[in-house]
């Protein structure tokens, strides 16, 4: 008897909560034995609508300096929320 | 040329029954634009039928001489003999080789001139062969390593002979993630984006991808064999208005054309201002910024704008300054 971690990745399009998903992904711990993710695209609308639905943020993405010359790379704006499955393995 | 789904199709710009590409074969300014804008253009069933099934056998003997050096094994005594990095494109794959053919064909030669002039360097190509059922998959990514800050750019040219039919898992790739600079494997983490696309169409279409796009081939759920030919050009002459500049002049605009003061609707700004879905809010001024460099490249004027964020800040202290 234990628990098994799911893991969504969401990426908003600015850097509240109750802003748009653009991207996610989504990591199964119990290799489909615990509930999947609503269908969708995006499953959730918003991170709020992640956390209505059960999910626990674990972190955010921190403020980061200005880049220079306004320099665009990886989507900005990350949230990593888990779940934990009991699990009788 | 197929417009992508969820992207708001420019009607007064791009006209149904305009003649694409450019009747010379060459790109018009606005389809330059919008390549820009969502670094990749598009063009359905461009190489006809009795060139796209002549060219599987060759490309079979070119993924034989290919895929072993991939994985660090020499290639057979008889292979087929390649070009080297390097070699300017009209001395690569000579008749009667059918890459060849198809590199000459003058719609291909049309986009290739457009965007990195009349014979770029080859720097190399890759047969994508994947069998019906095959379930290999690969991470989001951008091809090489992290590029330099430099506005030029090389094209890759991708030609699906056999097309791939809807559901069958055609290349994913994000249009307007070419301007990102990243780690190649750093977007691996993003297993959907809002508005990728993933390529279905018919038999003969060609892409052409700015180096920057992020994608990724994708599994084969058919029992067919999918057929991918991608090239990579490099530039040897300053890609500077080298399209059909016909229609320049009329969609070109100055620095003033601003969504919040008086815009156009008719301009290159207009076309640069079309957001993916995955770019939404503040984000997508960023994104406006890093296109508008890329014009004053592609168009040669440096006073170029669109929206005033560049030419904001670039005029801001010089005024303060008493300059004229």
């Given at each position: 008897m234990g628990s098994r971690q799911q893991i969504l990745h969401l990426w908003l399009a600015e850097a509240a909560l109750d802003q748009a998903v653009v991207a996610w992904a989504f990591h199964d711990g119990t290799r489909g034995g615990g509930p999947g993710l609503p269908a969708g695209d995006p499953p959730y609308a918003?991170?709020?609508?992640?956390?209505?639905?059960?999910?626990?943020?674990?972190?955010?993405s921190m403020a980061a300096p200005v880049a220079a010359a306004h320099e665009l790379s990886q989507l900005r704006h990350e949230f990593l929320l888990e779940r934990r499955i009991e699990s009788e393995d | 040329m197929k417009w992508p789904s969820g992207v708001a199709k420019l009607v007064p710009l791009i006209p149904e029954d305009a003649?694409?590409?450019a009747a010379d074969h060459r790109l018009t300014t606005l389809e330059v634009a919008r390549f820009v804008a969502d670094g990749y253009l598009r063009f359905d069933a461009l190489i006809d039928d009795d060139l796209n099934e002549r060219i599987i056998a060759e490309l079979g003997a070119l993924a034989g001489a290919k895929f072993p050096q991939a994985v660090g094994k020499p290639p057979p005594e008889d292979a087929l003999e390649r070009p080297a990095t390097m070699t300017p494109l009209s001395q690569c794959y000579p008749e009667p080789s059918l890459v060849g053919e198809w590199i000459r064909r003058p719609e291909v030669q049309g986009i290739i001139t457009s965007l990195v002039g009349s014979d770029p360097l080859y720097d190399h190509d890759f047969v994508h062969l994947l069998p019906g059922g095959s379930t290999?998959?690969?991470?989001?990514?951008?091809?090489?390593?992290?590029?330099?800050?430099d506005p030029t750019f090389d094209i890759q040219l991708f030609y699906f002979p056999g097309g791939v039919s809807e559901g069958g898992g055609g290349t994913r790739f994000v249009p307007g993630s070419h301007l990102r600079r990243v780690r190649a494997e750093d977007v691996a983490r993003y297993q959907h984006i809002v508005g990728e696309q993933q390529f279905e169409g018919p038999p003969g279409t060609v892409m052409v991808f700015h180096h920057g796009l992020w994608h990724a081939g994708q599994p084969n759920p058919s029992d067919q064999a999918r057929w991918m030919y991608k090239l990579r050009l490099n530039p040897r002459v300053p890609q500077v208005r080298l399209w059909n500049t016909d229609d320049f002049a009329a969609c070109h605009n100055d620095a003033s054309d601003h969504t919040f003061a008086t815009m156009r609707f008719d301009s290159v700004a207009q076309v640069l201002r079309q957001g993916q879905p995955w770019q939404q809010g503040h984000e997508l001024r960023y994104e406006l910024v890093q296109r508008a460099r890329l014009w004053r490249y592609l168009s040669g004027d440096e006073g170029f704008d669109a929206d005033y964020y560049l030419t904001r800040l670039e005029q801001?202290?010089?005024?303060?300054?008493g300059a004229d």
């Open positions: 918003t991170g709020v609508a992640a956390l209505e639905d059960g999910w626990h943020l674990i972190q955010s | 003649p694409l590409p290999y998959e690969q991470h989001l990514h951008v091809d090489a390593i992290v590029d330099s800050e801001r202290a010089p005024l303060a300054a």
